[in-house]
DNA sequence: CGGACTATTGATTTGCGTCAAAGATTGTGG
DNA sequence: CCACAATCTTTGACGCAAATCAATAGTCCG
């Protein structure tokens, strides 16, 4: 179990200061943080469903999803989280799953016990309240969500992901017109309910239009302003607001 | 601004205590909590979108909604709350707003000041992570709607929302097989992601097929077992897990 | 070099939306 | 207490966006 200062912690800080408040000693307090580093294939479940989680994790590397089924075995995803992102920071509050956790490209993540981020919250008010701004962001992503799944077709759709990826994958500060982002069409179907198939047609439709192209895990921003309207993108949500 | 114990704060607690331990001491001093009432009548946009808000509001009677607008002017509801929820706990730490809020029937709901709500939480770590667990708890239902919308049928979706109110209005305790939700085939299509048109004709095979009747904002479940499986509904999301 | 994903495209089907119109219910003012 | 308006419910006919089914290429990797 590594002690020391971690770059992993660092960038989980980073996202903390986005939208909080921290002075050096909590800062301090969360890099010192005991955890466990653990290195995952692609699509590989973790976080079990149903189960009792007793750690929280904490993408150092990687991309993770959240996601469900339906008794038809579809899966749908509703969240996807990046580098910096803590997935399941809820389950140090609230132990019981809400659906299961997987990578959807090689990950390394860190290990947080649930007790060491609670004396954290116990021991620094402030953290207790950057976690929760946190979670509450979380939130704002998932109503998002609701909005991107239920009232848009799927062009839309796919541009609001692309938009919203861009700008969280830009750390808060603008968007991306060139970035990473390694899901396949199928996974991009799970994301925003539709199938492989329409995604692909959908993805062709953006290109011809010269406002995105998605290729090989990469998004190449064409016409940012085309592509928010496309997608009826507002950042608003995005950002954390108690600074 | 009336500061005395009331009835309509005791049933907030009553929902902490179904997911958090609170001393009596604690309890004592949410119910103390100073508010202002205010009586709202149907279909009432408060909470104004874009606006930072500067109180929370809980309610104590009624039934209310938020929601969004795609840019096509349709709405999208992506929560409900009723008697004894506090629709915007979260916007005392991130006051951004995200989405509006509305009445769906007459209601009476307190308003408490934000500085309020911090102080007790800032006072009192009990209440500070039962307000967090609370949040966590509407994700974990916004988690399932997005399920809901996404991945399951016009019928699904209909039988998924009426076992998750059955539940909910229940308190926490089993379900209720005859109980008020009062909304109009419109608002259920806000809230499904349907029009009202396919929402009626859904309802009608719901009702056919002797599963559940509704009727004049009433909900009857006919077959709550055959309700849950036409639904996939598991009731796991909706419970606290603190206590 | 072969097997397993992944992407692409066409043909066809279908669940839900749209449009329209007729009842039923509720509310309101005279 | 009735008349009339407004809203809500119900049903039919038709259209369309996305699903489904199916087949062919790429592409990656052992």
Redesign the pocket.
Same mark, same amino acid.
């Given at each position: 179990m590594a002690t020391s200062i971690n770059a992993g912690l660092q960038s989980f800080v980073d996202r903390l200061l986005r939208h909080s408040r921290l002075s050096e000693v909590e800062q301090a307090a969360i890099l010192t943080l005991p955890f466990r580093k653990l290195t995952l294939r692609?699509?590989q479940d973790f976080g079990r469903i149903g189960e009792r989680a007793k750690h929280c994790c904490f993408v150092e590397d990687g991309l993770i999803a959240r996601f469900g089924h339906n008794c038809?075995g579809?899966r749908q995803i509703t969240a996807l989280h990046i580098h910096g992102d803590m997935p399941d920071l809820h389950s140090a509050i609230r132990p019981a799953g809400i659906g299961g956790l997987t990578t959807l490209v090689p990950a390394t993540i860190l290990q947080v016990a649930h007790a060491e981020v609670l004396r954290l919250a116990f021991n620094y008010p402030a953290i207790a309240e950057a976690f929760w701004r946190d979670c509450l962001l979380d939130a704002a992503v998932l109503m998002d969500w609701i909005m991107n799944v239920g009232r $848009?077709?799927? $062009? +839309? $759709?796919l541009a609001h992901l692309f938009c919203e990826m861009s700008a969280r994958y830009a750390g808060g500060q603008g968007h991306l017109d060139n970035f990473r982002f390694p %899901?396949?069409?199928?996974?991009?179907?799970d994301i925003t +309910?539709?199938? #492989? %198939?329409? %995604?692909?047609? #959908?993805?062709?439709t953006l290109r011809e239009e010269e406002l995105v192209t998605?290729?090989?895990?990469r998004v190449i921003v064409s016409s940012w302003a085309e592509l928010v309207r496309a997608g009826e993108f507002d950042a608003a949500y995005l950002t954390g607001d108690g600074v």
């Open positions: 692609a699509n038809d579809e $848009r077709n799927a $062009r +839309a $759709r %899901v396949t069409q199928q996974q991009l179907g +309910a539709l199938t #492989s %198939v329409h %995604v692909n047609r #959908s993805l062709r998605f290729q090989n895990g």
